[in-house]
Nanobody
């Protein structure tokens, strides 16, 4: 069992930055692929970024590539999402997720989910 708790959301102006963090419980954190998804009002949950178990591989949605950076610290059981050059269309609830198999881009590959943190970008 893994419990995930996100933090770091908030309100920011367009062009600004925010850093999200996800703290995981349990001693098997390094065995999971970690990812961030987001869901805007009236829209389906969408993939944002993922990082492999040891952090050597990172995957990004085209919409955030070059602006967002995902990283993990297996010693601290945390995964982070640095978001720069934020746009109003980045406004959503951001979820941290942990999975151990399947397509890293697919929400169905993830078993554990956090409760989400709100990110609002004003124009």
């Amino acid at each position: 069992q893994v419990q995930l708790v996100e933090s770091g959301g908030g309100l920011v102006q367009a062009g600004g930055s925010l850093a999200l963090s996800c703290a995981a419980s349990g001693r098997t954190f390094s065995s999971y692929v970690m990812a961030w998804f987001r869901q805007a009002p009236g829209k389906e949950r969408e993939f944002v970024a993922a990082v492999s178990r040891r952090g050597g591989s990172r995957y990004y949605a085209d919409s955030v590539k070059g602006r967002f950076t995902i990283s993990r610290d297996n010693a601290k059981n945390t995964v982070n999402l640095q978001m720069n050059s934020l746009k109003p269309e980045d406004t959503a609830i951001y979820y941290c997720a942990a999975g151990d198999s399947g397509n890293a881009y697919d929400a169905g590959s993830y078993v554990y989910w956090g409760q989400g943190t709100q990110v609002t970008v004003s124009s």
